[in-house]
Each structure stands twice: as structure tokens, then as C-alpha cells.
């Protein structure tokens, strides 16, 4: 009796780690829509949680899409928007076929960073990565970010474009990463 209520007990954990993950692979990896995964993640330095005011911080953000189709996806763009409070690096990029280099651009008084990116083609089971240098920018006024508490949202949320071998667009996104201060 004792060796069935274990077996029920490891079963029962077992479906409930399954559920678990389940239920964490989007969060984690971004989304997936026909094929295509987005993943963002700080990869090193920075907290994201009660960051102090007025003090400088900096993080590796780290954006991958990868084609898991068997055929090749093309027209790939990539597209995010970072916050006011921040400031974006470009440091590396890699993948695709027939694209252009990421660009960043700014826009309004505050100068909210832009990425956009034409990865061109993707063949099956390839990625292309971008690394990102983000960090804490000094506001129009001349003082540190983050200038009072809340929360504060790094970026909208990395967004990724695709056309399938029938011509028909298609697109994934990930979530914002999101920052409080205290």
C-alpha cells in the first residue's frame, strides 16, 4: 500500500512540474507563432527589482528568433522601443540572409530609443540574435534615471515579422521587461 501511494505521489508531482513548465515556457521563452520563436532575456548585470533612484544601472538584453519550420520564412523584421528612461547599445548581431544591419533611432524631446531590424531570410532551424547594452540615461533635466519610484517598463516588447511559404504574414511578440524602483 505504502509503495502505490508513492507511485501516486510521484505521478502526482510529475504532472504537476509537466503543468508547471508548461505554463512557464511562454514566459520564458517569448512566443511562438507558426514556427517562429521570439526569446528576450537580461542575460547579465542589473537587478530588476528595487532599483535605488538617481543610480546608474546597466543590463544585457539578449533578443533571438529562431525559424523552427522546415522551410525558409523571409521578410524577417525585428522592431522594439525602449523606454525614455534608457539608453541602447547595439554591441553584436548575427543570422539571417539578405538583411540589413539593426538600426536605432530616437524620437520626441525624451529621445525614446528605436530598434528596428530587416533580418532578411531565415532557413530552417536558423536564428538570428542581437545583443543589446541597455542602461539607466540622464533625463532632458540633467539628473540619473530613475528619477522617482514606480514601475517602469525597460521595452514595449520585442516584436517579430514574418512572411511563410505561401506569401502570408505573420508575427510574434514577447512581453515587456519590467523594472520598480523604491
Known sequence: MVDKEMQTKKLSLVIALASLTILLVPLAFGDETCGVTICKRIVCDGPTTGLELFTYYQW????????????????VRLADRFGAEFGVDILEYSGGTGGTPPELSTTGASEKVHLKWFIGSLGAGESATILLHVYTDINPAGMQEFTSCGTYYMNSGAVVKWLDFDGKQHSAETEPIVLTTF
Request: net charge neutral; charged share 10%; proline share 0%.
Open 60 to 75: 544585457l538584453v539578449r533578443i533571438t528568433v529562431t525559424n523552427l519550420n522546415s522551410y525558409t520564412v523571409t521578410d
